[in-house]
């Protein structure tokens, strides 16, 4: 227990390069496949040899940045600005790595999460405590099916349904639009009236694709399109907007808070995914909600596929913190076949248990690290 005031000095910042292995291939908008995690491990090792980890996945399509990348700015820029510094100014230090580069909010969001971790664990308070405390007793957790056919769709939600899941989130602009908008009926059926059924189409849409999709499912009750256009097409998305049955959600287009503000503003959206890598880390997501609800956005915060048990211990702790969770919870580290941890984080009958312990709340298995490390 922290109960004087004798800095927490950063020793050493390492930037660690891994790729994990996920269960079965996620077929994504735009005809991109996952069958592989890329994700950068921050480990910060303080002066008194305690030891805080961050974690922030690799998204070329979602935030620029790419694994080699992330590792050289954490190697170059972002560590060195760390080191001899005191982890108990994780405010301070968190501006100034916002502010020592543009963009790199993957590598930025890595470090942030670190130093939360070695703090929580310094100080023998969770992530939750630090951020101001829980203001909910669970979180709805959201699973993914992004299947080649409607059968296996259906198949996979049957399976998660069974397992106590109630929020359903399709991939499309995947599939013909006529089997999407099937899905849709199909998966409907299967997850119940009560579930939330939504679609993703990271930004592989075409504007006919997305009006002949929101009319298709009008009458199947989802909360939400996310991002059917390019990150930057607000004109596009507005346009849609004005006649869509179906509410719009910013995901790859809400990568700041000025972004967040301005289509809402214009009338684009009624919800935004929130991730750490877009916005640079865990307190700027914590801002991001704080606006978001101001503006009357619901929210979804989530993860990149797929993230480990360690960045997923960041956002099931932010998940219970930020006002405003409408659209739930989406943590990745469950579509992995390995993860970094000693007890992996799973949901549990729909919802994402929060972990116990100080700081993130997981035991961190370096000898699985050291396995998994890519070579670049
Ligand atoms: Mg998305």
């Known amino acids: 227990m922290h109960t004087d005031a004798t800095p927490l000095t950063i020793h050493r910042v390492e930037a660690i390069p891994v790729v994990l292995p996920l269960k079965k291939p996620i077929l994504m908008g735009g005809g991109q496949k996952f069958d592989r995690s890329q994700t950068l491990i921050v480990r910060i090792e303080a002066a008194n040899g305690l030891v805080g980890w961050g974690e922030a996945s690799a998204a070329p399509t979602m935030t620029g940045d790419t694994l080699a990348g992330m590792v050289a700015a954490v190697d170059a820029h972002l560590g060195r600005l760390l080191v001899g510094r005191d982890a108990m100014t994780r405010a301070r230090l968190g501006r100034e790595l916002a502010r020592a580069m543009i963009g790199n909010t993957g590598p930025k969001a890595a470090c942030d999460l670190a130093l939360f971790d070695l703090v929580g664990r310094h100080l023998g308070v969770s992530l939750t405590e630090l951020l101001g405390g829980a203001v909910r007793d669970s979180v709805l957790t959201m699973c993914l099916l992004g299947n080649p056919s409607v059968e296996e769709d259906v198949a996979e939600a049957g399976r998660y349904h069974a397992q106590g899941y109630r929020f359903f989130k399709l991939k499309v602009g995947v599939k013909r639009v006529e089997e999407e908008i099937e899905a849709a009926f199909a998966v409907r059926k299967v997850a119940g009236a009560q579930a939330i059924l939504c679609a993703d189409a990271n930004m592989g849409m075409s504007m006919e694709h997305a009006r002949r999709y929101v009319a298709g499912v009008a009458d199947a009750g989802l909360a939400f399109l996310e991002q059917p256009f ?21 995901d790859e287009s809400a990568h700041s808070i000025e972004a967040i503000v301005d289509w809402q503003r214009a009338g684009a959206i009624a919800g935004v995914n929130l991730k750490t890598i877009k916005l640079g880390g865990t307190a700027a997501t914590l801002r991001a909600a704080v606006v978001a609800d101001t503006l009357g956005l ?34 990745t580290s469950h579509y992995l076949a390995a993860d970094l941890v000693r007890a992996p984080l799973a949901p549990v009958q729909g919802g994402s248990p929060r972990p116990a312990g100080p700081g993130l709340g997981v035991d961190v298995d370096e000898s699985a690290i050291a396995r998994h490390r890519a070579k670049l």
């Not at 990150?231 to 179906?246: C, E, F, H, N, Q």
């Open 230 to 250: 390019r990150d930057a097409d607000l004109a596009g998305t507005l346009a849609l907007a004005r006649t869509s049955p179906v509410p719009l959600c910013a």
């Open 298 to 331: 619901a929210v979804d915060l989530a993860s990149k596929i797929a993230e480990s048990s360690i960045a997923t211990a960041g956002i099931v702790h932010l998940g219970y913190c930020i006002p405003n969770l409408d659209w739930g919870l989406s943590p």
